[in-house]
């Protein structure tokens, strides 16, 4: 697993690539957060299309602990408040967690499967 954060001008992306589970989105989201240059407000890009995402297929005790950790600390960080959200490259029980955390919070959040749609939706004005 890891991760790369590339702050662009109008935007932040966080690229995962090799066997990502919830452990490693956690941790990109952590070292994120902690990066003064990133803005309150700046849209997030959180590209998968580089990485093998362990699959939340099972309900094995450990799998279902990670997702609701995950989706807990995602629901309830302020990191994400006023902030647009996209996912690329995650397939639909992959991104479920985040999704359900951009509902639970009413965030502005969107799945894709390409970098570039990601991208009109989340750079367009909003």
């Known amino acids: 697993m890891a991760h790369q954060i ?40 959180i590209n998968f299309l580089g990485a093998q995402l362990r699959a939340p297929l099972t309900n094995e005790e450990q799998e279902v602990r990670e997702r609701i950790d995950y989706t807990t600390r995602v629901a309830m960080d302020s990191f994400f408040a006023h902030r647009r959200v996209a996912i690329v490259g995650g397939d639909e029980p992959n991104v479920r967690p985040a999704s359900v955390a951009a509902q639970i919070r009413r965030l502005t959040f969107r799945a894709f499967s390409e970098r570039q749609e990601g991208l009109w939706w989340l750079l367009e004005p909003a």
């Open 6 to 45: 590339v702050i662009h001008d109008r935007f932040v992306e966080v690229i995962h690539s090799g066997d990502v589970g919830y452990p490693e989105r956690l941790s990109a989201l952590q070292a994120a957060k902690a990066l003064k240059e990133i803005r309150p407000g700046m849209p997030l890009l």
